[in-house]
């Protein structure tokens, strides 16, 4: 027991000592207007704010390099944007509740692509993938797979 109290204090402190437990609006309104806020995991976003959640436009930057740039609703990506990883993968198109969804265009750092709708974060409906060497399947897509229907 007294082994577990020392481990939990010690990290706690070396969490207060980085700054992992100081999660705060740096700058503006982060409440309900424009602001810039840092999680204590490094994440920060920069933009619009309502009720204490991103919201309008804005830009979210993850300690892992990944980085949305577009609309919020409710804390969640909503409408159009652009999400960019660190691999060199980008999702370029909208969104609904946090996923894509809509028309939208995904690229991988392989150099293939799919162009087409989205539905809850899947490829569904029309659209095509593209391979780098040029080759490409279009059609209708359900629940992330091809349909040849």
Known sequence: MKKSFILFTMTI????????????????NCTDGEG???WTDGSRYTGGWKADMQNGYGTMIWPNG?????????????GRGVYSRKDGSRYDGHWKNGLPHGTGTMKWPNGD??????K?????????????SGK??????????YSEK
Not at 14 to 23: D, T
Not at 136 to 145: E, T, V, Y
């Open 120 to 132: 809850d974060g899947m490829r569904h409906g029309n659209g095509t993938y593209s391979t780098k």
């Open 13 to 28: 402190l070396l969490l207060e000592i980085s700054g992992g437990l100081s999660a705060d609006c740096e700058k503006g």
């Open 136 to 145: 490409s399947m279009s059609g209708r897509w359900i629940d992330d797979k």
């Open 36 to 38: 810039t806020y840092v």
């Open 66 to 78: 990944d980085r949305y740039k577009g609309q919020w609703f409710n804390g969640k990506r909503h």
């Open 113 to 118: 692509s799919y162009m087409g709708s989205w």
